[in-house]
């Protein structure tokens, strides 16, 4: 049988956030969504060959990729030359579609040595980019990685204090003071075709 729901092909990074808004427009069960690995944050060289494959194999279905370039250097948007019909999230990175491009612009322009968290990257700091980073086992690499950096800037989708105390406790690993800005979901919530992703997967 054939699968015609529409697919967003997702980084794993973004579950909870992604859940929300498709449970917000009544489309968690209208769209397939496949997650890939939210450890290739630290490897975006890896984000084109993940998802060529799903793409390749969904030509006739309508598709949406969950990523923005996120460090793939032009990569994802040359792939996506060849899959005209698909569009992706828009900005360089998370923290620019979850801000807005103009918030992030201004808050990046206040201090361009900022080292920034989502709810994600705080809650999973210490595997994703400690451990990562080779930082538990050669913690005197920490000023080489980050010298250059002046703060850490966690960018809140939820008002969760446990991820307040995840990034205050990144900040403080890192020797960095801590600020916050919540964001919430709406700048990511309209980068998602809702309209598109709904029309097409109404029976």
């Given at each position: ?5 529409p697919l967003i092909v997702a980084c794993g990074a973004l579950v909870q956030e992604l859940r929300a808004v498709l449970g917000k427009h ?178």
């Amino acid at each position: 049988m054939t699968n015609d729901r529409p697919l967003i092909v997702a980084c794993g990074a973004l579950v909870q956030e992604l859940r929300a808004v498709l449970g917000k427009h009544s489309l968690n069960d209208a769209v397939e969504v496949r997650y890939l690995p939210a450890n290739l944050h630290n490897r975006p060289e890896g984000i084109v060959p993940a998802l060529r494959p799903h793409l390749e194999e969904s030509v006739e279905r309508t598709v949406f990729v969950a990523y923005a370039d996120c460090g793939t250097g032009g990569s994802l948007d040359r792939l996506l030359e060849d899959f005209p019909r698909v569009k992706r999230l828009p900005g360089a990175h998370c923290y620019e579609f979850f801000s807005g491009s103009e918030f992030f612009s201004q808050i990046q322009d206040e201090e361009p040595g900022t080292f920034y968290l989502t709810d994600f990257l705080a809650k999973h700091f210490e595997s994703l980019v400690w451990q990562g980073l080779g930082l538990d086992r050669h913690p005197e690499l920490r000023d080489t990685y980050f010298g250059s950096y002046k703060r850490v800037m966690l960018i809140s989708q939820s008002q969760d204090p446990a991820i307040e105390a995840h990034g205050r406790k990144a900040a403080e690993m890192l020797g960095l003071a801590f600020e916050h800005r919540h964001v919430g979901l709406h700048s990511f919530e309209d980068a998602i075709p809702v309209q598109m992703l709904s029309r097409t997967g109404a029976h």
